[in-house]
């Protein structure tokens, strides 16, 4: 299966905003609509924090928000905490009813 | 809330089926959505292995699928996972989660299993 693209790391300053890229390369992906977000802090299961490309499962903080432009998907992080230190994947359903994730992103906060 | 918790061997002998469970609590898994498998190579990223239904409609990681059976057991309330002729690239944290909780997505997860495979 195609992956999807994902910058290794991405950093930035407590308070500030970070985004977090996701490029599809494939047509797997259809519209590309069906893209999900984990947070992933080590040792730790991953998290769903977003679904269906913007939409937030409940108890899950409105700092995190989600977008898509063409074939790229983003995950914004504003306000950043220290807590937000963690891997981020994306994820997307495909045309052939299956899952691939991104390639994963390290997120680090100064 | 829902819960999910593998079991199975921590250690698989090379060409042998790595087989693990996952019991699921707080939900009955005939009531709905999918059940699937993710795994995670120590240091690596997450691949999606696959996912079934109650029913035993099942979806596969096209690079797995001559390897995988995902099955489910109702009376139980698990599903198990197969993974036939085990090399040590199948080495890796194993999670399973429900999947479709919210549209297409993973939103309930195990905590995770390392299966290691090794002579």
């Known amino acids: 299966q195609s992956a999807l693209t994902q910058p290794a790391s991405v950093s930035g300053s407590p308070g500030q905003s970070i985004t977090i890229s996701c490029t599809a390369y494939s047509s797997d992906f259809g519209d590309y609509n069906y893209v999900s977000w984990y947070q992933q802090h080590p040792d730790k299961a991953p998290k769903l924090i977003i679904y269906d490309v913007a939409q937030r499962p409940s108890g899950v903080s409105n700092r995190f928000s989600g977008s898509k432009s063409g074939n790229t998907a983003s995950l914004t992080i504003s306000g950043l905490q220290s807590d937000d230190e963690a891997d981020y994947y994306c994820?997307?359903?495909?045309?052939?009813?299956?899952?691939?994730f991104g390639t994963g992103t390290k997120v680090s906060v100064l | 809330q829902v819960q999910l918790q593998e079991s199975g061997p921590g250690l698989v002998r090379p060409s042998e089926t790595l087989s693990l469970t996952c019991t699921v609590s707080?939900?009955?898994?005939?009531?709905?959505?999918?059940w699937g498998w993710i795994r995670q190579p120590p240091g690596k990223g997450l691949e999606w292995i696959g996912s079934a239904y109650h029913t035993g409609t099942t979806y596969y990681n096209p690079s797995l699928k001559s390897r995988v059976t995902i099955s489910a057991d109702t009376s139980k309330n698990q599903f198990s996972l197969k993974l036939d002729s085990a090399t040590a690239a199948d080495t890796a944290i194993y999670y399973c989660?429900?999947?479709?909780?919210?549209?297409?997505?993973?939103?309930?997860w195990s905590q995770g299993t390392l299966v290691t495979v090794s002579s």
């Open positions: 994820n997307s359903y495909t045309t052939r009813s299956t899952y691939v």
């Open positions: 989660a429900r999947d479709r909780g919210y549209s297409y997505s993973l939103n309930f």
């Open positions: 707080g939900y009955s898994i005939s009531g709905g959505f999918y």
